[in-house]
């Protein structure tokens, strides 16, 4: 059974416009999260991340939501632009350990 | 910056065949990671190192062998090759604590 998913596969968004990308995990013990985007036949790169001590984290165009209690978080990017379509994976930890649960993913399409 | 680098970035195998993929990084980081992605899947973690020295069983371990061989390089071997194992395969690297880790641009690894 998945501790991390990323329930839509997929996501197109207009340019200029926001995207929202969803996660949501089942370990409650999970409290470090960290969003990563990766391009076709490279590897994934470290976007974000957020701690369970916060409920919200900024850095640029891109924001983390942490909701606790719904065991959910969201990545918002505004404005969207075309490069940043790629594949977006939300990963947890827990106890702050290194050993990270990756969601399938989700492939954003930022249309011009 | 070179980062993290994999050797080789395709193979193919015959089932049976044995093969070992190459890792090394230049950061100087203490731990480091093997994973396998499958389609609708996440990143699966395979094995990983600690530190120089050390290395434990991930979620996905069975067919699998690593070895540490000094801080900068981590190699993953495939005893007997599968084709389940068929995959793509990323080496990925961090410093200890709550940081992100750095990935490889992964091996497409297929076997027949």
């Known amino acids: 059974d998945q501790q991390v998913k990323q329930n839509s596969p997929s996501l197109s968004v207009q340019e200029g416009r926001i995207s929202i990308l969803n996660c949501d995990y089942t370990?409650?013990?999970?409290?470090?999260f960290l969003w990563y985007k990766k391009y076709p036949a490279e590897g994934p790169t470290f976007l974000i991340s957020i701690s369970s001590i916060k409920d919200k984290n900024e850095d640029g165009r891109f924001t983390v939501f942490l909701n606790k209690s719904a065991k959910h978080l969201s990545l918002h990017i505004v404005p969207s632009q075309p490069g940043d379509s790629a594949v977006y994976f939300c990963?947890?930890?827990?106890?702050?350990?290194?050993?990270?649960?990756f969601g399938p993913g989700t492939r954003l399409s930022v249309l011009p | 910056n070179a980062g993290v680098t994999q050797t080789p970035k395709f193979q193919v195998l015959k089932t049976g065949q044995s093969m070992t993929l190459q890792c090394a990084q230049d950061?100087?980081?203490?731990?480091m990671y093997w994973y396998r992605q499958d389609p609708g899947m996440g990143l699966r973690l395979i094995y990983y190192s600690a530190s120089e020295g050390t290395t434990d069983k991930g979620e996905v371990p069975n067919g699998y062998n690593v070895s540490r061989l000094n801080k900068r390089e981590f190699s993953l071997r495939l005893e007997s090759a599968a084709p389940s194992q068929t995959s793509v395969y990323f080496c990925a690297s961090s410093e200890v604590g709550r940081q992100p880790q750095h990935f490889g641009d992964g091996t497409r690894l297929s076997i027949l």
């Open positions: 990963a947890a930890s827990e106890n702050y350990g290194q050993n990270f649960v």
């Open positions: 370990n409650s013990m999970f409290d470090y």
């Open positions: 950061m100087n980081h203490n731990s």
